[in-house]
Structure formats: structure tokens, C-alpha cells
T-cell receptor
Framework: GNSVTQMEGPVTLSEEAFLTINCTYT??????LFWYVQYPGEGLQLLLK?????DKGSNKGFEATYRKETTSFHLEKGSVQVSDSAVYFC?????????FGKGTRLSVIA | GAVVSQHPSRVICKSGTSVKIECRSL??????MFWYRQFPKQSLMLMAT?????????EQGVEKDKFLINHASLTLSTLTVTSAHPEDSSFYIC???????????FGPGTRLTVT
């Protein structure tokens, strides 16, 4: 079945550091890929998505590229801020409901 | 943008009682809504998929008689946790798929604590 594996956290970075959160997937067919963010005490928000191979999703300085050859969708940001502290979930959707990774907690310190 | 609300946001109940959680799509119609459960520091686990006007489809291992789901209209789904026990304490999140855009939007979640 479909599954998502993302790097274990927590990840702690200093402000303005470069961020990478790895995500790989297993799926049949051609799923759409997503990154969701959950800020403390809030629900999930869609951060970015990509619907086909080589697509790059981007939002709020974050970006991720759909790599079919490596079945990956790594999340990157060039310069993180304290306000980026949250839990990030990689997810995929084929012909089934969204399947989520376990989440990666990011803490950014000033 | 599309908004999904949940009510209540937090509830504390005694063991053996039942609790109802509402999920509403405020500015769009949703033929399909999903209920997830999130354990501390873990990912979301899909519990069931509900379609308006029909019975919910439960994921393997989810007791349908314990977690009653009703999707009576295009904007409302309810989850009732019957005869709650402390192990049912969790964060329950609903999401709704817009009939117009097919995007899936998430509610803010409901924290259930069973004492």
C-alpha cells in the first residue's frame, strides 16, 4: 500500500539556518505529494503541494520538488525563522485518502 | 479560503459517557469528510471516511460501534465516541473535501480527555 517515510525529529536549528526535512514515499501509480504544517495548538495547514513528477511546490520560502526517480519530496528552506517552529508532515494522495508521515518537529531558536 | 470548524475544541468527560464532536465546512460543500486521530508526537491515523447520506467506511481496527459517524448534510459530520474510556483520550481531527476544488481542508482538532 501507499506509505510515507520522513526523517525523525526533533530538529533544532538556529535562526537563518538552512532546513532540509527528508521525505520518501511508496505508492502505486502517480500520487500527489503534500507538505502540511501544524503550529502549536492548531490544526493542519497545507504548506505546499506537487501533483506530478518534477513539479516544485513552494510557499512562504519553503519548497519541495517531486522526484519520481528517487521517490522523494524533501522540504527545504534557505533561512528559517523562529515563527517556523512547528511540526511538518509529508503526505501523499493517490486514489485513497491522504496518507501521512509521522511528522517532524522543528524548533528554531533565536 | 475554505474553513473547517470543529466543536468543541476541548472536552473532558467521565469514563462510560458518550461525547459528540461536530465538524462543519463553513463556506463550502463537502460530500466526503474524514476523521483522524492523532496520538502525542505521532502522525494522523485515519479512522473513517464519511460520505454524505451514506454509511461511513471505517479503517481496519477502528470499532464502528464505538466511534459513530454521521454525515447528514453537505456541511456537517459528527463523531460520537460512545462509552468513552481513558484510552480514547486523544486529539481528533476532521477534514472535508470540497466538492468544487477537491482539495482537502482540515479542522483545528478536538482534544478529548476521558477521566
Amino acid at each position: 500500500g501507499n506509505s510515507v517515510t520522513q526523517m525523525e525529529g526533533p530538529v533544532t536549528l538556529s535562526e537563518e539556518a538552512f532546513l532540509t526535512i527528508n521525505c520518501t514515499y511508496t505508492a502505486t501509480g502517480y500520487p500527489s505529494l503534500f507538505w502540511y504544517v501544524q503550529y502549536p495548538g492548531e490544526g493542519l495547514q497545507l504548506l505546499l503541494k506537487a501533483t506530478k513528477a518534477d513539479d516544485k511546490g513552494s510557499n512562504k520560502g519553503f519548497e519541495a520538488t517531486y522526484r519520481k526517480e528517487t521517490t522523494s519530496f524533501h522540504l527545504e528552506k534557505g533561512s528559517v525563522q523562529v515563527s517556523d517552529s512547528a511540526v511538518y508532515f509529508c503526505a501523499l494522495k493517490g486514489n485513497t485518502p491522504l496518507v501521512f508521515g509521522k511528522g517532524t518537529r522543528l524548533s528554531v531558536i533565536a | 479560503g475554505a474553513v473547517v470548524s470543529q466543536h468543541p475544541s476541548r472536552v473532558i468527560c467521565k469514563s462510560g459517557t458518550s461525547v459528540k464532536i461536530e465538524c462543519r465546512s463553513l463556506d463550502f460543500q463537502a460530500t466526503t469528510m474524514f476523521w483522524y486521530r492523532q496520538f502525542p508526537k505521532q502522525s494522523l491515523m485515519l479512522m473513517a471516511t464519511s460520505n454524505e447520506g451514506s454509511k461511513a467506511t471505517y479503517e481496519q481496527g477502528v470499532e464502528k460501534d464505538k466511534f459513530l459517524i454521521n454525515h447528514a448534510s453537505l456541511t456537517l459530520s459528527t463523531l460520537t465516541v460512545t462509552s468513552a474510556h481513558p484510552e480514547d483520550s486523544s486529539f481528533y481531527i476532521c477534514s472535508a473535501t470540497s466538492t468544487a476544488t477537491y482539495e482537502q481542508y482540515f479542522g483545528p482538532g478536538t482534544r478529548l480527555t476521558v477521566t
